[in-house]
């Protein structure tokens, strides 16, 4: 009886260890990621791009061309005087001359040019030929040219313009308005001042009196004293 009881207890104790041992205990997950944490770090992931990024191929460039179809200038009464294209050649000026014969800026290379884009309408166009007309005659010697271009109105008005304020410079017809458009020249009158070697030196919309005029005049007359 003994026997029995002892193989009874042996038996349990197997039993029992056999169900602790294939029994899984509790299961641990391997901790991750927050979603905050997860949110955070896509804002931060980014995304390729077949094209690298805008400063690299702004790099790869370079400067930036002008179109020849555009205006290098742009508008100087829009964006200030660093349009007026200072340092950069002047474009060309193909115009007829009031009275008969072609100014060409091309043909008057080696001398320096004082190009007034103007119309007969508008006052600081009147108030400035006078004292373009002193400037033309003192400093006829250096080689100095002046013109004036005169945008979409017709010959007759500007010739009587001209004769009425005994201008001593030439007159040129911009009769489409394709001179202005490439020289930038969108508020009248403005003023270009080209150096013999054929750029532009210095800019200035109209309005302006002796002194800009002279401070701009000296810097395509060098060598020159210029005075107002």
């Known amino acids: 009886m003994v026997l029995g009881l002892l193989a009874?207890?042996?038996t349990a104790v197997i039993v029992v260890g056999v169900i602790v041992a294939f029994v899984p205990g509790p299961v641990h997950p391997t901790p991750g990621p927050s979603p905050a944490a997860s949110a955070t770090a896509a804002s931060f992931s980014p995304s390729p791009s077949p094209s690298g990024s805008p400063s690299a191929s702004a790099s790869a460039t370079g400067s930036p061309t002008i179109s020849?179809?555009?205006s290098p200038f742009g508008s100087p009464a829009a964006s200030g005087s660093a349009l007026f294209g200072?340092?950069?050649p002047a474009?060309?000026?193909r115009v007829t001359k009031v009275?008969?014969?072609t100014f060409d800026l091309a043909e008057l290379r080696g001398k320096p040019v004082w190009v007034n884009f103007m119309q007969t309408t508008c006052p600081p166009c009147i108030d400035e030929f006078p004292l373009m007309n002193g400037f033309a005659v003192r400093y006829a010697s250096t080689g100095l040219v002046v013109v004036a271009v005169d945008i979409r109105e017709?010959?007759?008005t500007v010739l009587a313009f001209a004769e009425g304020l005994n201008a001593t410079f030439p007159v040129a017809l911009d009769a489409d308005g394709s001179a202005q458009r490439t020289w930038g020249a969108l508020a009248l009158p403005v003023?270009?001042?080209v150096d013999a070697e054929g750029i532009v030196r210095a800019g200035a919309l109209g309005g302006i009196g002796p002194d800009v005029m002279a401070t701009s005049l000296q810097?395509?007359?060098p060598g020159t004293t210029v005075s107002p």
């Open 8 to 10: 009874g207890v042996v």
């Open 68 to 70: 020849p179809s555009a």
């Open 86 to 88: 200072v340092g950069l």
């Open 91 to 93: 474009p060309s000026l």
């Open 99 to 101: 009275g008969g014969g």
């Open 154 to 156: 017709d010959e007759g």
């Open 191 to 193: 003023h270009f001042w």
């Open 219 to 221: 810097k395509i007359l």
